[in-house]
Each structure stands twice: as C-alpha cells, then as structure tokens.
C-alpha cells in the first residue's frame, strides 16, 4: 500500500482511509497487492491487485450521504472510460502483466455501512 500518501484535506484524509478499508476487505478475501494510487495522465488507479492470475483495477468510492445515488452509481460511464484509460496505460507501463485477464471492480462505501465489494461491475469501456 502507499505509505507516502500525504492527506492535505479532510476529504484527501477519508479517501485514503477509505481505499485502506478496501484493501484490507480485498487481502481478506485472498487479493495481492500490486499498486495504490497510480496515476497516468487523464487517469488514477485507486487499487491494483492480483485475484490468482487476474489483474483487478479497483476504484474505490465512499459517500457520506447515500441518498445522492450512493458510492456504486457514481462510477457512471465518464469514469469509466477514464479508468479504462489509466488500466490500458497501466499495462503499457507494466508489460508483465500484458498476458493477464483483467477486470473492473468497485468498492462501495456508503456511510457507515460495510464496504460492498462489486466483482466485474462494468466492461471495458470503448
């Protein structure tokens, strides 16, 4: 995980704290490591992690409030086109995990409910 990260805000602060929970929920569940926070242009990574051989690009999203829509609805068809970006850049940058099958989960945080991890929560944007 990404030791260096330096919250400047307190909505900077609840990310960081938020995509730490969704880490230990996915190590929990048998998922590695492999990046935290990668960032290309046009594009971040909250989590990259090894599910046996798949690489899974997690966005992590917590809301105080979920009568907005909530933390999964906010990954709407924007995001995920810029998440697809940074994966397709990710693995350019990261060729020995080229071979890999690859999915898009979310990790859901709505207030101070349990974390709902979403395995495959949306297809590779065109």
Not at 47 to 68: K, Q
Request: charged residues 20%; positive net charge.
């Amino acid at each position: 995980m990404n030791t260096h990260f330096i919250a400047t805000s307190p909505t900077q602060h609840a990310g960081h704290a938020a995509e730490l929970r969704a880490a230990r929920l996915l190590a929990s569940h048998g998922l590695h490591h492999v990046a935290a926070n990668w960032r290309c242009r046009g594009g971040e990574l909250d989590l990259v992690m090894l599910d046996h051989g798949t690489l899974v690009f997690v966005e992590v999203r917590a809301r105080r409030n979920p009568n907005y829509g909530g933390a999964a609805a906010s990954v709407d068809a924007r995001k995920q086109r810029r998440l697809a970006h940074a994966a397709r850049a990710f693995i350019a940058t990261h060729p020995e995990h080229a071979a890999r099958v690859a999915r898009f989960d979310v990790v859901a945080i709505d207030g101070a409910a349990e974390p709902q991890w979403l395995q495959s929560a949306f297809d590779t944007p065109g």
